[in-house]
């Protein structure tokens, strides 16, 4: 289940990303990919990070990201980041702040132990 809300809060932050583009330009566009790859990026170090021990033994596993382990907040940290610095000038600033808020819901509902 956590999988379906982290593939929802991409799908969301990506579309609410693309209106934000046909309104304040290109430019939000690019600050989402960046954020999106920066973010899943994290995650998965984060993952990696957190479980070092697993992943010492057979450090290959490490790109295996199709059998999934991923952190969630990390990646979430890492695309506020990326996308805070991609348009930190951008009039799309303020409302991309609703899409963030969307990602941070969706990751907070992948955790484990909640519903």
Not at 3 to 14: N, S
Not at 33 to 54: E, Q, T
Not at 64 to 72: A, D, Y
Not at 87 to 112: D, G, T
């Amino acid at each position: 289940m956590e999988r379906l809300f982290a593939i929802l809060g991409i799908v969301v932050f990506i579309a609410a990303a693309g209106r934000l583009g046909r309104r304040y330009g290109a430019i939000c566009d690019r600050g989402a990919w960046r954020a999106l790859l920066f973010g899943i990026v994290a995650a998965r170090v984060g993952f990696v990070v957190r479980n070092w021990a697993a992943f010492a033994a057979e450090p290959v596993a490490i790109v295996q990201v199709w059998q999934g382990g991923f952190s969630p907040w990390a990646g979430l940290f890492a695309a506020a980041i990326a996308l805070a610095v991609s348009l930190r000038r951008s009039p799309a600033f303020r409302p991309m702040e609703l899409s963030v808020r969307c990602e941070l819901v969706s990751a907070w509902r992948s955790l484990p132990g909640r519903s």
